[in-house]
């Protein structure tokens, strides 16, 4: 017998089988409830159980900490229903409006941008456009039911190609094929647009962290929002080993002259001596952490390792970032 699940503060009820997550049983119905990785490794979907039991499933757990678990929070990406449920999460509004769809697409063109991220343009069959808000992903629909998931770059009203920024894993079974066989003309299958890691609706100054291809989202959402929210503050902090890894500098650089809400922050962990650096060096949350003694007044929006995620999460929320202020896409693996 199903479980039935009630949502606060919304209200909204839906049923949920033993079988499948909460996070399944939600969307099933039509209620859009935010997530990210699907695989609890990015605390996206975190909720609150108010009332009833719940199993926790197969999560990370520097994602749903024992502080987590202990104020009853749960990932409904991985948990199942044992009981009816009172949940206490926010729901998304515009990003779950979009329905994902299978959609075949071809190499249009390839681009080497460092020495391991390649930026492929994909191009839908005719009549066909990917509609999606500046921050979501998709899914390359692979063999064997393989899917890798990758952030969509373009701008959203920029449709005719999907632009993608894709980081080679050595010895990775979707990322070896992109940096070895892939060519123009090469057919794929993809699934989106996934995720609800969009920007708010906010007059708060927004900072944008990213690790490595982690700027992918930030271009999309960076193109749209200068030109939209009026007003709104954006600084990006980009981060990168070298000076090589760091790519396209010229669209942040050409946003600063455009945009005097806009600032751009490149910092590098490991400048060589080649780089001639004389701009931030460390890790890229730590020059945010160097420049904001109080982040109770932003929003946070992060995208990158999971490892960049987690820090950032801790350190921020530790100065004062509300934790429903902070919003992330953990580039954890499907393997
Ligand atoms: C929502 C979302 C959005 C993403 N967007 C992007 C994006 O825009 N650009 C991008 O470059 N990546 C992105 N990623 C990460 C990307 O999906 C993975 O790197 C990719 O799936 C690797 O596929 P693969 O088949 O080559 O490696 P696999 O065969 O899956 O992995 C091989 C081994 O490499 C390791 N590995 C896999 N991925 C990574 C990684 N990212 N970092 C370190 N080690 C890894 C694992 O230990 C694994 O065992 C995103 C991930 C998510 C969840
Ligand atoms: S969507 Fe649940 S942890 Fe990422």
Not at 93 to 117: H, S, W
Request: glycine content about 10%; overall charge negative; proline content about 6%.
């Amino acid at each position: 017998m199903p479980c039935q699940i009630t949502l606060q503060p919304s209200g909204h009820q839906f049923n949920a089988e033993r079988t499948e997550t909460l996070l399944e049983a939600a969307l099933n119905a039509g209620v859009n409830l935010p997530y990210g990785c699907r695989n609890g490794a990015c605390g996206a979907c975190k909720g609150r159980i108010v009332e009833g039991e719940v199993e926790l499933g197969a999560f990370q757990p520097t994602t749903l900490t024992e502080a987590d678990r202990a104020e009853g929070r749960a990932l409904l990406c991985t948990a199942h229903a044992r009981s009816n449920l009172t949940l206490e999460i926010r729901e998304v509004g515009k990003a779950g409006e979009i329905a994902p769809r299978t959609l075949p697409c071809r190499v249009e063109r390839m681009e080497r941008l460092t020495p391991d991220v390649m930026a492929l343009w994909l191009k839908l069959p005719a009549n066909e456009r990917l509609q999606f808000l500046p921050g979501q992903y998709i899914d390359f629909l692979l063999k064997d039911g393989r899917r890798r998931s990758f952030s969509l770059a373009n701008h959203p009203e920029h449709d005719a190609l999907i632009e993608l920024h894709i980081r080679h894993v050595p010895g990775g079974w979707f990322t070896d094929q992109v940096f070895g066989s892939m060519k123009v003309k090469d057919i794929l299958r993809i699934h989106g647009p996934l995720g609800s890691f969009c920007l708010n609706e906010s007059d708060k100054p927004a900072i944008l962290l990213a690790g490595g291809t982690g700027y992918a989202p930030m271009k999309s959402i960076l193109s749209h929002a200068l030109h939209a929210a009026e007003g709104r503050h954006f600084i990006l902090y980009w981060g990168a080993r070298t000076r090589a890894d760091l790519y396209q500098t010229e669209g942040p650089q050409q946003w600063v002259q455009q945009f005097p809400r806009f600032n751009f922050i490149p910092v590098l962990s490991e400048p060589g001596a080649d780089d001639a650096w004389n701009g931030r060096t460390g890790f890229v949350h730590e020059a945010v952490l160097a420049d904001f003694a109080d982040l109770s007044g932003v929003e946070v929006y992060a995208c990158g390792s999971p490892a960049m995620i987690d820090a950032a999460r801790r350190d921020f929320t530790g100065r004062g970032l509300p934790s429903d202020a902070f919003y992330a896409d953990s580039f954890s693996f499907q393997g």
